[in-house]
C-alpha cells in the first residue's frame, strides 16, 4: 500500500529556532515529492523536489530529497510567527493523483 | 474571480439529506480532484478525474459520487449525508504533461452533517 507519513505530527517552538519536518515514503511510480503551507485556507504550493541531493530554497525554507532512502527534509531557519501553520508532504505518482501525508502542525510563539 | 471555485463554502445539513459540492475552474486544467480534510488526517482523495471522460475512485470514495459536466466542472455527491461526513472539502486541478505535479487548490467548502 501507498503510504506518505509525516513526523512529527505537531510541534511548538520559540521565534527564532530552527525547525525541521520529515516526511517518508513508500509509492510505486515515484515521480516528484511536493511541499504545501496550510494556513487557515487552501494548501500553498512550498517546492517541488525530483531529484536527490538536490536542495531547494525559498528565503528562509529549504528542502532536500533523499530517493535512496525516500524521505524529504523541510527546514524553517529563524522561525516567525506567520509560520505557524499545517505542513503537508505529497507524493506524485505517474498516473494517479497526489498522496498526502498526514502534516505537521508547527506553532511558533513569540 | 479565482480560478477555481468552489460552491457552497460553508454548508450545514442534516443526516439524509442529498448534498452537492460544485466546483469550476478557469485555468483551462484538464484533471481535477476532489480531497477531504479532516483534523490531524491530512487530505485524503475522494476521486478524481483525468479528462472529461475519466473519473477514477479515491482512497475514501464510499458515500460519494462525481460528475464532470465539462472539463472546467466537477462536482461531488453525497447522496445521503452522514455525520461523520463532515469536514473540509476541497476541489484542485492539475495540468496534463507538466513537469510538476502541483495542484492548483479552491478555497474550500466546508460541510456540517448534524
Known amino acids: ?110 | 474571480d479565482a480560478d477555481v471555485t468552489q460552491t457552497p463554502r460553508n454548508r450545514i445539513t442534516k443526516t439524509g439529506k442529498r448534498i452537492m459540492l460544485e466546483c469550476s475552474q478557469t485555468k483551462g486544467h484538464d484533471r481535477m480532484y476532489w480531497y477531504r480534510q479532516d483534523p490531524g488526517l491530512g487530505l485524503r482523495l475522494i476521486y478524481y478525474s483525468f479528462d472529461v471522460k475519466d473519473i477514477n475512485k479515491g482512497e475514501i470514495s464510499d458515500g460519494y459520487s462525481v460528475s464532470r459536466q465539462a472539463q472546467a466542472k466537477f462536482s461531488l455527491s453525497l447522496e445521503s449525508a452522514i455525520p461523520n461526513q463532515t469536514a473540509l472539502y476541497f476541489c484542485a486541478t492539475s495540468e496534463t504533461g507538466a513537469d510538476t505535479g502541483e495542484l492548483f487548490f479552491g478555497e474550500g467548502s466546508r460541510l456540517t452533517v448534524l
Open chain 1, 1 to 110: 500500500e501507498d503510504k506518505v507519513v509525516q513526523s512529527p505530527l505537531s510541534l511548538v517552538v520559540h521565534e527564532g529556532d530552527t525547525v525541521t519536518l520529515n516526511c517518508s515514503y513508500e509509492v510505486t511510480n515515484f515521480r516528484s515529492l511536493l511541499w504545501y503551507k496550510q494556513e487557515k485556507k487552501a494548501p500553498t504550493f512550498l517546492f517541488m523536489l525530483t531529484s536527490s541531493g538536490i536542495e531547494k530554497k525559498s528565503g528562509r525554507l529549504s528542502s532536500i530529497l533523499d530517493k535512496k532512502e525516500l524521505f524529504s527534509i523541510l527546514n524553517i531557519t529563524a522561525t516567525q510567527t506567520g509560520d505557524s501553520a499545517i505542513y503537508l508532504c505529497a507524493v506524485d505518482q505517474a498516473g494517479t493523483a497526489l498522496i498526502f501525508g498526514k502534516g505537521t502542525t508547527l506553532s511558533v510563539s513569540s
